[in-house]
């Protein structure tokens, strides 16, 4: 190796990493792999519309999504920009921070060990379906959630697509918002 690469590879030290037991890992797929941030949508009473228009309440068990489920999110500001005249400048008034987007996508597969008791495809989708169908916001269980501050979200469109050459696999994606309780009070 040369002098001058020699001295232009740094230092790499691996101190701060901490490496964890077995024992640490919350919960474990079938293959015995650790799930690091599954994703639970709580169990409860929620509201949804019945066939005749009217809202009716339904108790709905907890369902921990798939462990494929990859979540993005990304956030924007309420901003109102007003031309300054003859500038080429604004200026911006931020009003609020908005809600969490949230898509939620991965594979629905055949999962002996689901907590919930959607070990196939077919119960997994209905019971994806639905929390969909709610007329409500969900309660929301993951560490990466929480960090952010995301306790509920209201899914806004789910859709299902099916994977070539995979019958027992069926991709899907949720775009979600995070929701927050806001109460008002009437005087």
Same mark, same amino acid.
């Given at each position: ?13 691996? !101190? #701060? %990493? ?10 474990? +797929? @079938?293959?015995? *792999? ?70 939620? !996508? #991965? %594979? ?10 959607? +070990? @196939?495809?077919? *119960? ?64």
């Amino acid at each position: 190796m040369s002098e001058l690469a020699e001295r232009e590879v740094p230092d790499v030290t691996f !101190s #701060g %990493i901490q490496v964890l037991g077995d024992d640490e890992v919350r919960q474990v +797929s @079938s293959l015995g *792999t650790p799930i690091w941030h599954p994703i639970t949508l709580r169990g409860g009473l929620y509201k949804r519309y019945a066939t005749s228009g009217s809202v009716e309440e339904v108790q709905l068990a907890a369902l921990r999504l798939p462990i494929s489920s990859i979540s993005e999110m990304s956030m924007t500001k309420v901003i109102t920009k007003t031309q300054v005249s003859a500038s080429g400048a604004t200026v911006k008034e931020v009003y609020s921070n908005g809600d969490w987007e949230i898509r939620l !996508s #991965g %594979i629905l597969l055949d999962e002996r060990s689901q907590p919930n008791g959607a +070990s @196939s495809v077919e *119960t997994m989708e209905e019971r994806m379906l639905e929390f969909a169908e709610l007329a409500d916001s969900i309660g929301v269980d993951s560490d990466i959630y929480n960090r952010r501050g995301i306790d509920r979200l209201v899914i806004r469109s789910v859709s299902f697509t099916q994977i070539p050459g995979r019958p027992r696999m069926i991709g899907y994606q949720m775009q979600c918002e995070s929701d927050a309780p806001l109460e008002l009070l009437i005087r």
